[in-house]
């Protein structure tokens, strides 16, 4: 139940295209869900979140759309950019602790070609 | 320094060696954590550190042993380590119940 699946497991898109990346969960304590980005040899960055009172979130490029009845959130890049070739994973934060413990997807790894 | 440092980046050890890692955040926060990043798996949270005190210790072997003398430091001591626990391990530090900061990981192999 405290699982967060991932997918696809790896993407190739190419540039100015868009891509998806798609994560699903089942516990519904879950009330904060994050994605991260880690380039090779740093560590995961936020790139952006939603709470599941809203159902889209935009960042520039970047969207999080979120069905709160499907249990399902993913994440859009628009006009995607060689520099966004990364590894991207989700994640899901469960409400009621004093700290954050997050539950991560398994991890996209998202190439962009020229 | 800013954010969240760890030492070393890299880290070659024999089953046999005692070695430690080391994290600090410039960030004054008060939770730190330690995770482990394997191929193709999921990151795995090891131990959190809530305002200094242990508050969670995910089943982690004994040959782990965390350490956070305060809330800027953190550390994870290994020995008697294992081939499969070469890997990854990332600290991250975050206010209690806010987003959390990652440093740029120990690269361990064990040998």
């Known amino acids: 139940q405290q699982q967060v699946k991932q997918s696809p497991q790896s993407l190739i898109v190419q540039k100015g295209g868009i891509s998806i990346i798609n994560c699903a969960y089942e516990?519904?304590?879950?009330?904060?869900f994050p994605w991260y980005q880690q380039f090779p040899g740093k560590g995961p960055a936020l790139l952006i979140a939603?709470?599941?009172?809203?159902s889209e979130k935009k960042e520039g490029r970047f969207t999080i759309s979120f069905n709160k009845s499907a249990k399902q959130f993913s994440l859009h890049i628009m006009d995607s950019q060689p520099g966004d070739s990364a590894t991207y994973f989700c994640?899901?934060?469960?409400?009621?602790?004093?700290?954050?413990?997050?539950?991560f997807g398994q991890g996209t790894i998202l190439t962009v070609h020229p | 320094e800013t954010g969240v440092t760890q030492t070393p980046r890299h880290l070659v050890m024999g089953m046999t060696n005692k070695k430690s890692l080391k994290c600090e955040q410039h960030?004054?926060?008060?939770?730190m954590y330690w995770y482990k990043q394997s191929a193709k798996k999921p990151l795995e949270l090891m131990f959190v550190y809530s305002l200094e005190e242990r508050v969670e210790n995910n089943s982690v072997p004994s040959r782990f042993s965390p350490e956070c003398p305060n809330s800027s430091h953190l550390f994870l001591h290994l020995h008697t380590l294992q081939p499969e626990d070469s890997a990854l391990y990332l600290c991250a530090s975050s206010q209690v119940g806010d987003e959390q900061f990652f440093g740029p990981g120990t690269r361990l192999t064990v040998l």
């Open positions: 516990n519904t304590a879950f009330d904060y």
């Open positions: 994640a899901a934060l469960a409400g009621g602790t004093s700290y954050g413990k997050l539950t």
């Open positions: 960030l004054g926060h008060n939770a």
């Open positions: 939603i709470r599941p009172d809203v």
